[in-house]
């Protein structure tokens, strides 16, 4: 089982990022709140259809969770079933909460003994596992962020603030105000600079009840900026990849970045 997971996890990998047809996200069940002390719950899935647990789980290793101070804090009843992932967060502080699954990897693969070696995991592990003198090592490193935001009160910026590693994206307003109809503006950052070039795939949810994804495509300019003027209130599912040669480790030779993002757009 174990080798069979490995193995799949390697063909994931080797899969251009445009030819993905899953769609992984995080779901909180509201985005604005105003309270002393209210609650979330947020979904986390691996889906075809936005926002519909089918047909695996988002995995929470890599959860954090921002406070308006710019804290760290725990969700709480952390659970994974078959289909989706679910957690509770406790609101205790005024402000915006970041709410984020990151992952961090390698990836490689090489011959042993006339026979293909498939390996996964972090940089530690690799110095490990992976011998010195693999015949015709190949070696990639990945970075993601899977986020969403919520406000509890008045909206503040603290937790918000660009991390400086991998792909990001900042919105030059706020996450959390955000209308139909409206133009909303991104800086689209790759180890914290600006990056033009960058294509965003932008999809409304409850793609079940429509024929067509009706996607919005939009590229960051030499600014490292695009614009979109949200067409409908829902919950929107925003997704850009790249790759460069700006590797950590010196073995790799490609870095794929991925990011994604849940945002709510409300009614005027």
Do not use: C
């Not at 789980?57 to 078959?82: F, H």
């Amino acid at each position: 089982m174990k080798r069979t997971l490995l193995l799949a996890a390697a063909i994931a990998l080797a899969i251009p990022f445009s030819a993905a047809a899953h769609k992984a996200w995080l779901r909180p069940s509201q985005t604005v709140l105003a309270g002393s002390d209210p609650w979330i719950t947020v979904d986390a899935a691996v889906s075809n259809d936005l926002f519909y647990f089918n047909p695996l789980p988002l995995r929470l290793d890599g959860l954090m969770v921002t406070a308006p101070d710019g804290s760290t804090v725990q969700p709480q009843n952390q659970a994974t079933g078959k289909f989706r992932s679910v957690f509770d967060l406790q609101l205790t502080q005024q402000g915006t909460y970041r709410i984020a699954v990151t992952s961090s990897g390698l990836a490689a693969t090489w011959e042993e003994d006339g026979k293909p070696r498939r390996w996964r995991g972090n940089a530690a592990s690799f110095e490990r596992e992976v011998p010195r003198d693999a015949k015709n090592l190949q070696v990639s490193q990945s970075v993601g962020r899977n986020e969403t935001f919520v406000t509890n009160g008045s909206p503040n910026y603290t937790a918000l603030k660009p991390v400086g590693e991998g792909l990001e994206l900042v919105a030059l307003g706020h996450p959390n105000d955000l209308f139909a109809g409206e133009e909303t503006r991104f800086r689209v950052l790759v180890d914290g600079k600006p990056a033009a070039g960058i294509e965003f795939e932008i999809v409304r949810g409850e793609t079940r009840y429509r024929n067509a994804q009706d996607e919005i495509r939009v590229s960051s300019d030499a600014n490292g900026e695009f614009a979109v003027t949200w067409p409908a209130a829902g919950m929107y599912w925003l997704e850009a990849t790249t790759s460069d040669d700006r590797t950590s480790v010196p073995q790799a030779r490609q870095r794929r970045l991925s990011y994604v993002a849940t945002l709510e757009v409300l009614p005027q």
